[in-house]
């Protein structure tokens, strides 16, 4: 690694490091220059304290201003270049970011508000933040008895914990203090890159850890890292590589995760590179009975304890049925066992959840900061995870609450925006996370990852914008979701899954799933509903009012869209999604107006290897513009395979994906003579079915794993797993066809 060009940040961030100790006792005129550098910048100033009238600060609050997650480089670089200019720093300014750790953008001070802190909080923030100064200057026993003494009462302050107080260390002192963030502790502990030695003589990582015990893994690790026997040799080196390998595997466990699942339907559409906060409402228990316990313990809890450990099923079905079997056999526990599926499985650290007493209370708002846990050792509400709750009290919301103990409101985000807006005390535009920004993303891009020539792209793109409507068609395999995201993206400028939603229809998807309609409640009750199209057009008229009237894209993805009955599941609406009629009402059972935006783009996914289906409806193809997404097999010459990086034959499609498989470091021998069958069967499946059948090229993608060439075995089970249950299905009165054609792909391995 190169350590001197990859954490030239050290430098800047150590001077501005001392700097900030001259403001120790002369804080009004550190809070002074604090909103001098929003005023300076234009960058809306976070939220320090909840009424704004900023009375005390903390100097590791300080340096989080520009080390948050969700903060752009943009911004981040400004208010750089900013501190340097009103605290006079000398040292250069950074230009890598490497191996610095971010804060939550939820929970980015060291101190809670005035009315929820102890007095010495601060002062205590403080008395750590010089301790450790001192320490890293001379770490002599005097030094490390303050800081340690310091360090354990700093972790004990409400809101605190190893991640927050490590992270701060380590901004201000990286080769002296190592960050124990959850990426860390779990490179360190878990991933199986350290000497197992090692990792058995470390202290266990506790909750809130202790100095001594603290002091210990950076003692222990130090001496690891600075010895012959580590290729990392020092703490950001460490930090890097865990965020590097926590990222690689994050990706895989993400796409096996997509593997396992049905597609998820009516959610907004999640990417690789981008997490998704989801927004829980929760109720603690009848009437918010264990309320206190969850928030003195800083955890989440449900029952339903007769049926064990909710990870022991494998889907809601298994769970409802064991629900009839130790509970009231008569009840149909479809959304209880919902809840419970999507608390054990679903739900994910870092999401927001606000706990409701009744219908219309709002009794409290926290973070997710555990997977889920089965504690046998409860007395009652066995299941549960851990919650740092950074909010109390009552908010009476004049929307109605969700019946179930959990439920995702993600989706519904006027509901969200609402309560929000409980605990901010300020108006939308007011509120940080507006500062988020997703990964940029434009034709090239596209171009880059998608199999489609640019001429194609540009005919695409020109399609959906005048058109509206456009339905991605071709055999299984080919990448058509993969395309719609990416054509999605590229029309945005950035990669916002909050502008993507999608739905997979089928045969029993209705209007009131789709647009709007009456459903049944736990309490035998009916409720009007909104549905999914519907909501995404209210979003898209949000975008409206911010950015202008065609300037800000939103996108909804119907997976399968030709399995679903087209004029029951869009009713009188097949007229309003035409591009002459956007923005015309039409009055709904709500009896609210209602009309399709100019900026909403509907994009279909449509197998044309699905037998089940009969004529396509003429009113969807009238509406529709179609696109045929094709493998890109066709036009590679095996002769040439020999070197991946001299490939030059064909068109760009066939370049590129000669590239793409030199990435997955597929052996060049296997790869040539399994892609020439893959051609050949084509080629049979073409004459004897149709060109809608034909073998997709993603079957190909993404099959490296942790930087290890593809195996001969992970191919058999591609050809085994994938390939063969399709030939069986489109075979099906012919299994001894079927079966000499996969073994005819098995023999081109051997």
């Known amino acids: ?75 981040r670089n400004k208010i750089i270049v900013t501190v340097a200019n009103l605290f006079d720093i000398k040292a250069p300014i950074p230009t890598s970011f490497d191996g610095i750790p971010l804060l939550n ?60 107080i490590t992270m701060g260390l380590y901004w201000i002192a990286p080769t002296h203090f190592l ?28 909750d809130k850890i202790s100095a001594s ?30 965020w590097r390998y926590s990222e690689e595997i994050n990706r895989q466990k993400r796409a096996d995760e997509k593997q396992r699942k049905t597609k998820a339907k009516g959610a907004a559409l999640a990417d690789d590179d981008i997490e998704t906060i989801h927004y829980w409402i929760y109720s603690p228990g009848k009437g918010a009975k264990i309320w206190d316990e969850c928030y003195d313990n800083n955890i989440m809890a449900i029952g339903w304890d007769a049926i064990g450990n909710l990870r022991d099923y494998n889907s809601k079905d298994e769970i409802k049925k064991v629900m009839n079997k130790y509970y009231d056999p008569s009840r149909s526990y479809i959304h ?40 046998s050792q409860r007395k009652e509400f066995k299941n549960i995870r851990k919650v740092e709750w950074t909010d109390r009290g009552e908010w009476e919301c004049s929307r109605q609450s969700p019946m179930k103990t959990l439920t995702d409101i993600t989706s519904y985000t006027d509901y969200v925006d609402q309560l929000k807006l409980f605990f901010e005390g300020e108006s939308l535009d007011d509120i940080e996370a507006v500062e988020t920004v997703y990964p940029q993303y434009d034709k090239a891009k596209f171009l880059e990852s998608v199999y489609i020539d640019e001429k194609s792209y540009n005919t695409l793109v020109s399609l959906v914008e005048t058109k509206k409507n456009v339905i991605l068609q071709g055999a299984p395999g080919v990448g058509k979701t993969f395309a719609a995201k990416r054509l999605a993206y590229s029309m945005m400028g950035v990669k916002d899954p909050n502008r993507v939603m999608m739905v997979q229809f089928h ?27 519907y909501v995404a057009c209210n979003e898209a008229k949000k975008l409206q009012k911010i950015e202008g009237k065609n300037t800000a894209p939103y996108v909804f993805v119907i997976d399968e869209i030709n399995r679903g009955n087209i004029s029951k599941v869009f009713g009188e ?28 783009y509907l994009i279909g996914l449509m197998n044309t290897a699905d037998r089940s289906l009969a004529m396509i409806d003429y009113a969807l193809r009238r509406r529709f513009s179609f696109v045929t997404i094709a493998p890109v097999f066709e036009g590679i010459e095996t002769s040439d395979f020999g070197n991946w990086d001299t490939y030059d034959k064909g068109d760009d499609k066939q370049k590129k994906f000669a590239q793409f498989l030199k990435s997955e470091q597929l052996d060049t021998g296997y790869a040539k003579k399994l892609i020439k069958e893959i051609i050949s069967l084509n080629h049979t499946i073409k004459e004897e079915l149709g060109e809608g059948f034909v073998i997709g090229h993603s079957y190909f993608c993404n099959l490296a794993d942790d930087n290890i060439p593809v195996s001969k075995n992970r191919l058999e089970e591609v050809i085994e797993f994938d390939i063969a249950p399709l030939l069986e299905e489109y075979w099906f009165d012919n299994l001894e066809r079927a079966n000499e054609l996969k073994d005819g792909l098995l023999n081109a391995l051997k």
């Not at 040799?233 to 930090?239: C, G, I």
């Not at 994910?348 to 926290?366: Q, S, W, Y």
């Not at 647009?515 to 409640?521: A, C, D, E, L, S």
Request: charged share 25%; hydrophobic share 35%; with cysteine.
């Open 507 to 533: 045969q029993s998807y209705s209007y009131e799933d789709f647009i709007m309609g009456y459903k049944p409640t736990e309490s035998g009750g009916f409720a009007l509903q909104e549905g999914k199209f």
């Open 336 to 375: 209880s066992a919902c809840a419970t599926w999507e608390f054990a499985n679903e739900m994910k650290p870092g999401d927001i959840v606000f706990a409701k007493n009744g219908m219309h209370l709002i009794i409290g708002r926290g973070v997710v900061k555990s997977d889920y846990i089965y504690d």
């Open 179 to 206: 960050n124990l963030d959850q990426r860390n502790t779990w490179y360190i502990y878990e991933s199986g890159k350290m000497p197992v030695d090692l990792v058995n003589s470390l202290p266990i990582v506790e």
């Open 105 to 164: 953008n939820q929970n980015a001070t060291y101190y809670y508000f005035i009315d929820e802190r102890d007095e010495d909080d601060i002062d205590t923030l403080w008395g750590l933040y010089e301790s450790a100064l001192m320490y890293a200057n001379d770490s002599n026993s005097k030094n490390t008895l303050t800081v340690s003494q310091y360090f354990d009462l700093a972790i004990n302050k409400k809101g605190n914990g190893n991640s927050k």
């Open 573 to 600: 609406l097949l007229m309003l999604i035409e591009n002459n009629y956007r923005e015309t009402s039409i009055t709904l059972a709500n009896q609210k107006e209602f009309y399709v935006p100019n900026n909403l």
């Open 1 to 75: 690694m190169n350590s001197i060009n990859q954490f030239d940040w050290i430098d800047f961030y150590k001077e501005f490091a001392n700097t900030l100790l001259q403001y120790k006792n002369n804080r009004g005129i550190l809070i002074e220059k604090v909103q001098k550098i929003y005023e300076l910048t234009g960058i809306d100033m976070p939220t320090l304290e909840r009424n704004k009238q900023l009375v005390d600060i903390d100097p590791f609050t300080i340096l989080g201003l520009f080390n948050k997650s969700s903060m752009t480089i943009d911004n």
């Open 213 to 242: 015990k603290y002091f210990e893994i950076v003692e222990k690790l130090g001496a690891f890292l600075s010895s012959d026997q580590s290729k990392l040799k020092n703490f950001m080196e460490l930090s890097f590589e865990a």
